[in-house]
Structures are given as C-alpha cells and as structure tokens.
C-alpha cells in the first residue's frame, strides 16, 4: 500500500500547483486594473483549473489516508 500513499501524495502535489497558479493569475488580473467586466472574464477562465485543482488534490489526500489505514 506504499505505492498509493505515494502516488496520493503526488496528486496531492499536483493539486497544490494547480490552486498557487489560480491565486497568482486572480492576483496578476486584479493588479492589471482591467474594467469590471474584463477582469470577470479572466477569473471566469481560470475557475475551472481552481475547481479541478482542488477536486486532484482532495483525491490525492484521500488515496494518501487510504494507503495509511491499509498499510
């Protein structure tokens, strides 16, 4: 049960990247003082990698917890 323990804790990691490069494009669309309407546009696009993200990320930690309980 290592093996799943560890690739739980690379999705994990995986995950992890993909919600620090949403805040940096969110962060990086709000400094770009865009209208209103511009700036709901690019968070618009970049919602769906957040979500998948952390959809990655929780299935990596629960493979993470399985591999513990089991090993």
Do not use: F, H, Q
């Amino acid at each position: 049960m290592e093996i799943v323990v560890w690739i739980g804790a690379a999705l994990s990691v995986l995950g992890l990247c993909g919600i620090i490069y949403s805040i940096v494009a969110v962060t990086r669309a709000k400094r770009a003082n865009l209208s209103d309407d511009e700036l709901r546009a690019r968070i618009s696009k970049v919602l769906p990698i957040n979500l998948l993200a952390l959809l990655i990320s929780v299935i990596g930690l629960m493979a993470v917890v399985i591999g513990v309980m089991l090993g």
